[in-house]
Each structure stands twice: as structure tokens, then as C-alpha cells.
């Protein structure tokens, strides 16, 4: 090859790479812009100010692990352990599966089905998978990331995909617009419509638990509502209480304690004294929806908890 031809394959893969780089650029902005339309306006829209547990609440989960056969035990460490749990579904999304603390939840065997998802089409398949191979669902547990709160005013009203776009929302109200709505469903409508077909099944009690950062309560209420099951999720930092490895037994926590979670206050100016401004016991924390049913099973109101920073997975 002359020198000639060199100097012209060298500036076309300049260009190349510049053009490319500056379609990165302007995609990048174009989905940051899907991203902030898709936040409500205020974090923890929906979240009782009182920190505190709901008598229905609480009976619904009791209900619920009677049912089941569930039953708990406190262990040497002080930690509530519960038996006869591993039933249901997991889930974990694509791109997630690395997460240490993710794995370590994943590894108590809590459930009955692992299934992982990218998007919103493929959350819905994976609960019509475990419908058809399990019958009905009795719980399910999701460990992902949720939504991201750098430099972010709030938190989005479902679970994101693949930077916000694809992914799984409450209603299309919350989702983002035009072209980065593709990869995405939502609970009111494709969820209910599984529901309403027979595809999705979910067992008179059933508990749902997002572990997930800044995951709005109305995606949870919204969820309650479709599917009839108590739903849990993090309005703010989702973490694992237990992370201290300064001993033997510290560590050992980690791994007992897989299902001690915390939600706290993020980024955002969530201090003792803005959520005392606001009116709230607390902000940033674990939002609970139950349903209320008539005698034929149909929802007819949800109960709204503000559980505070610990949640502790059934």
C-alpha cells in the first residue's frame, strides 16, 4: 500500500470515528432528555408523612404466611430467619448479575424460578413463564438497580432498563416519549391485560419485593392494584444493612442477613431537618402498598405504609 493510499484510509476512519463519536454524543443527550421526563417532580410523591405499620398490612402478610406454611425463627446472631420460603419467582435484571450484594441475596434460594429480564416485554414474559410452568405466583422477589439520583431531583415511577428507556412502568403516563417508549410496558395496561388473558396468574396472597434504589410508591400502589399482592419498594438508596467485615462474626451477617435491607435518603437534600420542613417522619425510605379485597377477590382500596429505613424480606 503507497503512502498516498494510506493518508486516505487514515482520514476516513478519522471521520469515522469523529462522526460516530458526535452521533454518541447527541444520543446521549437525546436519552438524558427521555430519562428527566420520565421523574415525578417531587421524591416520595405518595409516601405517608407518619413512619408506621398498618394493622391490614400486617395481616395481610400474616395471612399470607399462613398460607404458605411459612414460619420464623430467630438465630444465634438475633436475626429473624424464615422457613418454608422458597417458593415463587425471582428476578434479576440483565447486566445486574455481577452485583456482589445482589448474588448474595440471590444465593438464600428464597424462591422457586430465577428468571432475568432487560426489558419491559421481557419482565412480562418472565412472570408468564413461571405462570405456566408453576401455576399461579405466590411471591416475588426482584434485586436490580433502579433508578440513578446523581445530580437527579427525583425518583422515576418504575423499574428503568437499559439507561431509562427500555423497562417496566406504572402507567404510560409515567414513561418516557416518542421513539423511548420502545422496550417499554407498563403494570395498568400490559400487565393487566397478561392478567385479564389468564397468562399472568398471581395466588390470592401473594407478596412482591423491588429491591432497588428510588423506585416511586405509586409504581408500587399501581402494582398492588393490578395484581392483588402486597408490594415493597425502596423510595430511596437501596442497600444491605449488614456490611461490616471487621469480624467473623460481622461477616457472617452478611450472609445470614441477606434479607435485612435498608432505604435511606440519597443525593438529594432528604436531612432530618427538609423532611421535618415537609412534614415527614422520614423520607427516602420503604414505601408498602396492600390491597383491600371484597368477597370475590377484587381490589377495592390499598393501604399506604411508610415502614421507615429497614425492610426485612420475607
Not at 441475596?105 to 412480562?124: C, E, H, I, M, T
Not at 434485586?143 to 404510560?172: A, F, M, T
Request: glycine fraction near 10%; proline fraction near 3%; hydrophobic fraction near 30%.
Amino acid at each position: 500500500m503507497n503512502p498516498t493510499h494510506t493518508k486516505i484510509i487514515g482520514l476516513a476512519l478519522t471521520a469515522l470515528v469523529t462522526t460516530t463519536a458526535a452521533q454518541a454524543s447527541w444520543l446521549d443527550v437525546l436519552i438524558r432528555g427521555f430519562e428527566e421526563d420520565s421523574y415525578s417532580k417531587f421524591h416520595g410523591e405518595g409516601l405517608p408523612k407518619r413512619v408506621g405499620q398498618r394493622r391490614e398490612a400486617i395481616e395481610y402478610r400474616e395471612d399470607f404466611k399462613d398460607r404458605m406454611g411459612i414460619y420464623s425463627t430467630v438465630d444465634s446472631l438475633g436475626l429473624t430467619q424464615y422457613s418454608n420460603n422458597k417458593i415463587g419467582l425471582a428476578l434479576i435484571k440483565k447486566g445486574n448479575t455481577d452485583e456482589a450484594a445482589f448474588q448474595t441475596v440471590l444465593a438464600q434460594k428464597d424462591y422457586r424460578s430465577l428468571k432475568k429480564w432487560r426489558n419491559g416485554p421481557q419482565f412480562l414474559e418472565a412472570l408468564e413463564d413461571y405462570t405456566k410452568e408453576n401455576g399461579c405466583i405466590p411471591k416475588i422477589t426482584s434485586v436490580s438497580h433502579g433508578w440513578r439520583s446523581d445530580e437527579r431531583p427525583g425518583e422515576g415511577n418504575g423499574l428503568s432498563g437499559n439507561k431509562g428507556v427500555n423497562g417496566i412502568y406504572s402507567s404510560n403516563q409515567d414513561t418516557p416519549t416518542f421513539i423511548a417508549r420502545f422496550g417499554t410496558r407498563t403494570l395498568q395496561k400490559h400487565l393487566k391485560q397478561k392478567i385479564d388473558q389468564g397468562k399472568i396468574e398471581f395466588c390470592s396472597a401473594c407478596v412482591v419485593q423491588f429491591y432497588a434504589c428510588n423506585v416511586g410508591a405509586d409504581f408500587a400502589s399501581t402494582f398492588s392494584q393490578v395484581s392483588g399482592c402486597q408490594t415493597v419498594v425502596a423510595t430511596g438508596q437501596n442497600s444491605p444493612i449488614f456490611q461490616s467485615t471487621a469480624n467473623a462474626q460481622a461477616r457472617q451477617k452478611i450472609y445470614s442477613g441477606a434479607h435485612y435491607w435498608k432505604s435511606a435518603p440519597g443525593v438529594w437534600a432528604e436531612s432530618s431537618s427538609e423532611a421535618k420542613k415537609k412534614g415527614y417522619d422520614q423520607l427516602g425510605t420503604w414505601f408498602r402498598s396492600t390491597p383491600v379485597k371484597n368477597s370475590r377477590g377484587q381490589v377495592t382500596g390499598i393501604v399506604k405504609e411508610n415502614l421507615g429505613t429497614q425492610y426485612i424480606a420475607l
